[in-house]
């Protein structure tokens, strides 16, 4: 069964540093990779999608990146801004087709001004 | 820019009524999910669709059902109310999801 996990849980940074966040999923065979944002009390963001034959995506100041054979994704964050404290969770799929994604239970970050 | 709408953002209900939620897409999507979220247990899936008129189970079905009678609109329905049913309840749609903005659920 597909476990997805975020470490760390909780994040509290500095405004203007750079970050990662990290998600490991146990079967490696998946097929596309989402990062969503999540502001409490809110629904979700897609933030990036990586489809199987990528390998990173990005956007703005956000870049994902995704190594299937070791079961890891990292998003990284340049110069972050208290505007993007929120959770970030990260979800899997494994077959073109079912679109069930499994999500992690988040990371919580908090950028300090 | 391309929408997931859910037609409550706060609902109170009593223990054992019939409670609806909705969902509706403008994007002409197959695809569509409801999930709950409570704390510590992450986003479960309950039930999905892939068409009109079709529906499969998630991971947490039992105490909801679902309906779907035209592409846009997806709705759950929880038959009778309980108080562990007291969660955030999430709808997506497409390929790469697009979620709504989620309805808080309490049952009292």
């Known amino acids: 069964k597909q476990e997805v996990t975020q470490i760390p849980a909780a994040l509290s940074v500095p405004e203007g540093e750079n970050l990662v966040l990290n998600c490991s999923f146990t079967d490696s065979a998946i097929y596309n990779l989402q990062w969503f944002r999540q502001d409490p009390g809110k629904g979700l963001t897609s933030l990036l999608l990586?489809?199987?034959?990528?390998r990173e995506q990005t956007s703005g100041r956000l870049n994902a990146s995704l190594d299937k054979s070791s079961g890891r994704s990292t998003l990284y964050i340049a110069a972050s801004q208290p505007g993007d404290s929120a959770t970030y969770l990260c979800?899997?799929?494994?077959?073109?087709?079912?679109?069930?994604?499994?999500f992690g239970t988040g990371t919580r970050l908090k950028v300090l001004a | 820019d391309v929408k997931v709408t859910q037609s409550s953002r706060y609902l109170v209900k009593r223990t054992g009524e019939k409670v609806f939620l909705e969902c509706v897409q403008d994007?002409?999507?197959?695809?569509m999910f409801w999930y709950r979220q409570d704390p510590g247990l992450g986003l479960r899936l309950i039930y999905f669709s892939y068409d009109v008129k079709m529906k499969e189970k998630g991971d947490i079905p039992e105490g909801y059902s679902v309906s779907r009678e035209k592409k846009e609109r997806f709705s759950l329905i929880l038959e009778s109310a309980s108080t562990n049913q007291t969660s955030m309840y999430l709808c997506?749609?497409?390929?790469?999801?697009?979620f709504g903005s989620g309805t808080r659920l309490t049952v009292v």
């Open positions: 997506a749609s497409g390929d790469g999801y697009t």
């Open positions: 994007m002409d999507h197959e695809n």
């Open positions: 979800a899997v799929v494994k077959f073109p087709g079912t679109y069930k994604y499994i």
């Open positions: 990586i489809q199987s034959s990528q």
